[in-house]
Structures are given as structure tokens and as C-alpha cells.
């Protein structure tokens, strides 16, 4: 058991020298994956051996337990605001006024200029050099307490070096950095959902989460810039410059630019030397903040209102360009959406040259009356994503052209389809090249036919190599050839071609869910296989029909009777059939409306199911599932270790059952 201790030990070591190097001095002497190789160790051992556990273990910031809600925490310190300039004239105003009230001393006051993270403000509080609780700035009298969230962020240490004192707490801004952001919109974009508009918003949104497993996804971060509360005198600092020196001693992460000056054209210089500079940083700043050097006279000027009187903000103004619209051309995406995007003569736009702007969707277009050739003003949103503000209509000249929606898809040439709950125009041909990769991904997912080891990576193999165009196509792969394409072989390719032949027998259900309608998902799909029985006898069903199903809308209906209604999907169908696919029901699903009218919700760890597994059950008998306890809950189903959920249930009299139980309510 020593040798264990000594290797959970050595594991927090080494992940925390890692994390250091990485967040402190931007040096990755490990890669990626060898670091999480490194976490998922330390967890296993921990899990394992739970008698050595640790609150400060940096396995911590992998993600913890769900919340119901957050806490209100009230800020001894009140974390107050920031008065804003926007002029250079305005900034020497604020600074003359102060360099008056101390020109008595006969000595020059010394400003410190900072970066103006655009981010979000929290604070962090330490004891005996435990991190014990993280909060929002709220209203800067009351916050939220996000501890769990923050524990997350690797440039938060769980415990402090040094010589630490017994109480701290500190201030600091979170931030999402552009490079994740800019990540996590071009996986959002291939998924066809809706960007995130900015990256402060996007820091926000994710420190709020109640699950701290989807913070973590996030790769938050943050620079500390200020004392909140210490327990040794915190005068013991003079000036500004000294207080962040310790606090960087003791491994926080601290704000990473600050210059002192006295002299207010330096002040002046440096504010443009960092609006120059700022797109190259890897975070947002939004302006500079200047602010008096030594607490002292920080004391002396106090506040006012929620206001420091000592320091102020520079706000940098939004670049806006204006620039010709020469075309607008349609994009295709995953999921058949057509997306315009406009394209510009270059233009020079926060650090980058830009040529493309999104242009959202057809009814975009049509409220600012865009046209091809015409001059518009362009800005990045969040200095992140050209988007069009406006239209110049002053300098139309009558030769601009109207943009005509299309009425067939440029990719496959087949009619498009108005989708009227998020005013897109969309391509429901199932064999469209653009959304071939999408549509067989999903057709080959657990949710559908199953097919294990046919990946996205070697889906788009499959597709490059010229062996797949539609997915029926991958039932007349041959071994042979699958092992020629990179990184199969013989045995991979055996395996998958097996693997692919047993997903013939999924099921009506499965199948119905793989051909990926819009709208239908596996919940649809074991309604509609239990009603049909077979796929032949969706090919002529009315909308009115299905609408008189329960949990079948009209935009559902739509759906499946577009689909069916394109020859293209018809012949697809027809080609799974004739391949060996079952798409039809001989036997009894188990499905039953057992669960009519119920809510559920699953906590803690099962016995006999996964939980997914358990919900499907749940859905397959007429059951709802939720991810949150509330006075609409019929049943909580807890397993071992269930947390919050639980407690919440037994406050409010809700039933709750055992796996056991719940057989005895399907049986």
C-alpha cells in the first residue's frame, strides 16, 4: 500500500510540474496525450484506492459532480466595477485629476498599465493554501459559487506554493483563449450548430455549467490581478507591481503585462503599442486598464459609488472596415443546410485579411436587403468571425443584383426543402456527396446500426478511396479491397466487414433512426417501428396521420413524408433491402406503454445497466428521462454513490426506486 501512495504521489507531482510549465511558462514539454495518459492513471489509482484521495489532486480538474444549482455567496470585499474612457483626451483628464490631489509630495505618480481581459470576474479563496471556494462577481455584492467549475481550470492551483498565508483571496478574470475557441466553432460549424458569438460569452455560458465534466471540456483560463483579502496586513505590499510578484510565487497565474510609467504620453504610448500588438494574443482584450501603482493612494482616493476612483478602463474602439460584396456562394453543410456566406474583396480587419463573411441564412440576407455589389460594413464579432453590419445604401448605384434563393441543392442538384422551424433552406437527399460523410457516421453510430469500428476516420478512408458513395454501399464492401486503404490490414478489415454484416439484423427501429431524417431520432424510430412494423409502410403515410401519433409533431411528419417522398432516398432504401438489411419487424420490440406519462431521471452508478442504456429502456415503454429532479419527476432510479439528485428527490417526496423495481414496473 506504500508503493501505491507513493505512486499516486509521484503521478500529482509530475501533473502538476506539467500543468506549471504549461499555463506559467507556455512551455509543453509533454504532449496531449501522454499528459492524459498521465490524469486517466491517477484517477484509476484513486478510484481504487479511495483512502488516498485528495480535495487538492490535480485529477480534480478533469470534472466533478453535477449540480442542481449554484449557491449564493456574499463577497466580504465587494468586487466593484470599472469606470470606462473612451478618448485620449478623457484618459489624461482622469489622470491629471490625480497627478493634482498629489502634486504636494513632490513626486511623480506612478501608473501601472494592464491588459483589459474581456472576460469574466470571479474570485478565488484560499485557506491554509487550499483552494476551498471560487465565486462569480454577480452583482459585486453577491456571486455564484462555482468552486467545482473552476477546479477545472488547470491554471487554478488546488493548493499553493511557498510561503502561503492562512487566508487569501483573490481576484481574477477567466477567459476562454481564441485558439479553443475558434476549436470549438469549427466543431460546431462541421455539426451545423449554432456558433458561439464570442469568446467572453462562450467563458460565461461555460463556467456556469451544473456539470462540471462540460467545463472542463472547455479549456477555461484566467490571470489574477488583484488582493481581495489576505491575513497578514496587506499594506505589507507598497505597491501593485510587488503584491502580483507574490502571488505569482505562490503559482497563480498572474496578469501578463504590466509596465509601470509616470509620464502620460509613456502611458499614451504603451496603450497603442498594446492595441497594435493585441491579435496576436491568444485571449481577447477589449481595451487597457490604468490604474495607481501604490496602495497607499489607492487608499487615500477610495470610491465611488461601485466605482475605484484610483483606476480606470481605456476601451478600444470596434474596427469597422467598409468593403464590396462581390458574390454570394452556397455552402452545403453535414446536415444539408444551405448556408450563404458572402464574399468580399479583401479587406484588411483586427489583425487578419478578410475575404468571406458568414452571412447566417436566407432571411438574413433579406432584412438588411444585401445584394451582390454592394459596399457593407464589416466588423469581427468578438474580433473573432467577419460578419456584415450593414449596407451602404448611400452608394448603390442600381447595379447591384438581388440574390435569389436557391431551389436545388449545388451539390446534388436535387429540389431543397424549406424548413420551417429554423428558417433554414435544407437538402434532404440522403445520397448528397456534401453530407455523404455525416450522413454514413451516423448511419454506423451506436444509436443506429451499431457498426463497431467504422469511425469517422475511416468512414472519410472509405469515401477518399472511392469504395463507398451512399451507405448501402457498405454492404457490398469487399475484405480484399478495405485492406489496401492506410492503417486496416487484413484481421481490421475482416473485423469490419463482419461487423457491418451483423448490423443487417439491427432491427426496424435502428433503422428507421440511421437514415437520418430530420427531426428523427431513436425515440421516433421506436414509435414508428412499433406502429409500422415495416418500412414499406411509411412510404405513403400522410402528415395528418402521423401527427395523430403521440410525440410526433408537425415538423416530423413533414419530414418523414419529404423523405420518403424523394426518389433518391426511395432507391436507397430499395438498395438496403435488396442488400440483406432488416427493415421490418417479425417479433415483438418489448416496447409497451408500461411508462405512459411518466418522468424519470437516473442517478448515481447502476448495477446491471449503463445508464443510456436504462434510458432507452425507459423510452422504449413510453417513459420520459430528465437530467434534473423537480416536482414534475415521477421516479428517481438511484444506483451506488447518488449525489445531489438523490437528496433533492427525498426533499421533495419523490418515488424512488431500485433497478430492481423498475424490471418489476416493465415486466
Not at 127 to 156: A, C, H, M, W
Not at 262 to 276: A, G, H, P, R
Not at 306 to 332: C, F, G, M, R
Amino acid at each position: 500500500m506504500i508503493e501505491i501512495k507513493q505512486k499516486i504521489d509521484e503521478l500529482r507531482e509530475k501533473i502538476e510540474f506539467y500543468n506549471r510549465k504549461y499555463h506559467e511558462e507556455d512551455k509543453s514539454l509533454i504532449s496531449d496525450y501522454d499528459y492524459d495518459m498521465l490524469v486517466k492513471e491517477l484517477i484509476k489509482l484513486e478510484t481504487e484506492y479511495p483512502e488516498y484521495d485528495s480535495l487538492y489532486s490535480p485529477s480534480k480538474k478533469v470534472g466533478g459532480k453535477a449540480l442542481d444549482k449554484f449557491e449564493k455567496v456574499t463577497h466580504k470585499v465587494p468586487l466593484g466595477s470599472l469606470s470606462n474612457v473612451y478618448s485620449k483626451e478623457e484618459l489624461r483628464e482622469f489622470i491629471s485629476k490625480i497627478n493634482i490631489q498629489f502634486e504636494h509630495e513632490n513626486k511623480a505618480v506612478e501608473y501601472v498599465v494592464e491588459y483589459k481581459i474581456d472576460g469574466l470576474s470571479v474570485s478565488l479563496e484560499y485557506e491554509n493554501g487550499i483552494f476551498f471556494r471560487g465565486s462569480t462577481r454577480g452583482n459585486g455584492l453577491v456571486g455564484e459559487n462555482v468552486t467545482e467549475n473552476l477546479k477545472t481550470i488547470k491554471s487554478i492551483p488546488l493548493r499553493l506554493n511557498g510561503e502561503y498565508p492562512e487566508y487569501l483571496e483573490v481576484r481574477g478574470e477567466i477567459f476562454m483563449p481564441l485558439s479553443v475557441f475558434r476549436q470549438i466553432n469549427k466543431e460546431r460549424e462541421a455539426q451545423e450548430l449554432p456558433l458561439l458569438a464570442n469568446p467572453r460569452n462562450a467563458a460565461a455560458g461555460s463556467l456556469r455549467q451544473l456539470d462540471s465534466n462540460e467545463t472542463a471540456k472547455r479549456n477555461l483560463d484566467i490571470f489574477i490581478f488583484d488582493i481581495l483579502q489576505i491575513s497578514d496586513n496587506k499594506n505589507i505590499f507598497a505597491v501593485h507591481g510587488d503584491a502580483l510578484k507574490y502571488l505569482a510565487s505562490l503559482g497563480l497565474k498572474i496578469s501578463p503585462s504590466m509596465n509601470i510609467f509616470c509620464d502620460y504620453s509613456e502611458i499614451e504610448n504603451e496603450i497603442d503599442n498594446l492595441e497594435l500588438n493585441r491579435y496576436k494574443l491568444n485571449f481577447e482584450i477589449d481595451g487597457t486598464v490604468v490604474k495607481i501603482n501604490e496602495f497607499a493612494k489607492r487608499d487615500m482616493l477610495g470610491s465611488v459609488s461601485n466605482y475605484p476612483k484610483w483606476q480606470v478602463a481605456y476601451k478600444y474602439p470596434p474596427e469597422i472596415k467598409s468593403t464590396k460584396l462581390t458574390d454570394i456562394v452556397i455552402n452545403v453543410g453535414r446536415t444539408g443546410v444551405l448556408t450563404p456566406n458572402a464574399i468580399l474583396e479583401p479587406v484588411r480587419l483586427a489583425g487578419t485579411v478578410v475575404s468571406r463573411a458568414t452571412l447566417h441564412n436566407m432571411d438574413f440576407i433579406a432584412q438588411k436587403d444585401i445584394r451582390i455589389g454592394d459596399m457593407v460594413k464589416v466588423r469581427k464579432a468578438g474580433e473573432i468571425i467577419p460578419e456584415i453590419l450593414s449596407v451602404e445604401m448611400e452608394k448603390r448605384t442600381g447595379g447591384e443584383k438581388i440574390f435569389e434563393i436557391p431551389q436545388i441543392c449545388p451539390s446534388c442538384h436535387e429540389k431543397v426543402f424549406a424548413d420551417g422551424q429554423d428558417v433554414a433552406v435544407r437538402c434532404i437527399n440522403s445520397a448528397c456527396p456534401a453530407q455523404l460523410e455525416r450522413n454514413i457516421i451516423y448511419f454506423a453510430s451506436k444509436g443506429a446500426m451499431d457498426i463497431d469500428g467504422l469511425g469517422p476516420a475511416v468512414v472519410r478512408q472509405l469515401i477518399n478511396n472511392n469504395l463507398i458513395k451512399t451507405a448501402a454501399d457498405l454492404y457490398i464492401l469487399e475484405a480484399e479491397k478495405v485492406e489496401n486503404i492506410e492503417r486496416m490490414g487484413k484481421k481490421s478489415s475482416q473485423n469490419l466487414i463482419e461487423a457491418i454484416n451483423n448490423s443487417k439484423y439491427r432491427g426496424l427501429q435502428y433503422f428507421i433512426n440511421s437514415l437520418g431524417i430530420r427531426h428523427i431520432g431513436e425515440k421516433t424510430g421506436i414509435v414508428l417501428a412499433k406502429k409500422y412494423k415495416n418500412i414499406e409502410n411509411l412510404f405513403n403515410v400522410s402528415i395528418e396521420e402521423l401527427q395523430e401519433i403521440k410525440d410526433i409533431g408537425e415538423e416530423s411528419a413533414k419530414m418523414i413524408v419529404g423523405y420518403f417522398g424523394n426518389p433518391k432516398n426511395m432507391e436507397l432504401v430499395r438498395r438496403f433491402k435488396e442488400y440483406g438489411v432488416k427493415t421490418f419487424d417479425d417479433e415483438d420490440t418489448g416496447a409497451s406503454d408500461k411508462l405512459n406519462g411518466l418522468k424519470f431521471v437516473v442517478t448515481g452508478t447502476l448495477g446491471k445497466y449503463k445508464r443510456d442504456e436504462i434510458e432507452k429502456l425507459i423510452e422504449l415503454h413510453g417513459g420520459e428521462t430528465s437530467s434534473s429532479v423537480s416536482k414534475k419527476t415521477h421516479y428517481v432510479l438511484a444506483g451506488e454513490n447518488a449525489g445531489s439528485k438523490l437528496e433533492k428527490a427525498e426533499t421533495l417526496g419523490v418515488n424512488i426506486i431500485s433497478e430492481a423495481e423498475f424490471e418489476e414496473m416493465i415486466k
